[in-house]
Nanobody, 122 residues
């Protein structure tokens, strides 16, 4: 089971990025995928999740700006991030839950990607 996160980079305030999480070694259809982020000096926090049936959740801090979506045929989950703010600066990780349920509890996710850096300049 492997997850590969990509798409991070440096963007100005108000800009957009799309993160991708490509999974391999398992069938994405049955898994929930979540995005977490960790800013410097802070604990890792949940950002968004999509369950196996397509139900989504976004943390209040990103609601209305971030959108999560999945393409099972491409074994990929996307996080579209719009109207980015400096406080969105963090390393973003994707993680997989084989039970497929909507969750933002880290211990529910047994497999993690390596992280991709997002930096938003003011």
């Amino acid at each position: 089971v492997q997850l590969q996160a990509s798409g991070g980079g440096l963007v100005q305030t108000g800009g957009s990025l799309r993160l991708s999480c490509v999974v391999s070694g398992f069938t994405l259809d049955y898994y929930a995928i979540a995005w977490f982020r960790q800013a410097p000096g802070k604990e890792r926090a949940g950002v968004s999740c999509i369950s196996s049936d397509g139900t989504t959740y976004c943390a209040q801090s990103v609601k209305g700006r971030f959108t999560i979506a999945r393409d099972n045929a491409k074994n990929t989950v996307y996080l579209q991030m719009n109207s980015l703010k400096p406080e969105d600066t963090a390393v973003y990780y994707c993680a997989a839950d084989p039970h497929g349920k909507l969750s933002m509890i880290e211990t529910d996710f047994g497999s993690w990607g390596q992280g991709t850096q997002v930096t938003v300049s003011s």
